[in-house]
């Protein structure tokens, strides 16, 4: 399981990396992996500001359907237009090209709350 140390993670298997003011947001290989092959996500929340912990979107696999949690609090900028037609990008690169969202934040300590490489790991076993 790949879980890159660069990054922050949410109990809801949710990744974050951030440039600046801006944070790039998708599922972890984990989870993923969980869900099995995803055939279509979700996103109707471009243009709102959400509060950490807020539903996103959704993503679709074959046998189930689950949520998507806001990280931290923000306002969706930005949906990965390239998942709309191949959901499938979420399974085979979930960390790169299978990206959901960018969000600009609007409270940058929350990442503080989050969790780093090693305790995801220790979260997921």
């Keep these: 399981m790949n879980i890159p140390n660069d990054l922050k993670y949410t109990k809801d298997h949710e990744w974050v990396r951030v440039d600046g ?3 790039t947001v998708g599922i972890t290989d984990f989870a ?6 995803i055939v279509f996500v979700e996103v109707e929340t471009e243009g709102e500001s959400l509060d950490r912990e ?13 949520d998507l949690f806001m990280p931290v609090s923000g306002e969706v900028i930005e949906f990965n237009e390239e998942i709309e037609s191949s959901p499938e990008l979420v399974n085979e690169d979930p960390y790169g090209k299978g990206w959901m969202i960018k969000i600009q934040l609007s409270d940058s300590s929350e990442l503080d709350d989050l969790l780093d490489a090693e305790a995801y790991s220790e979260l997921v076993g």
Aim: glycine share 14%; net charge negative.
């Design 32 to 37: 993923q992996g969980e869900l099995g092959d």
């Design 21 to 23: 003011e801006i944070a």
């Design 54 to 66: 807020e539903t996103f979107g959704s993503v679709e696999a074959v046998k189930t359907v689950s």
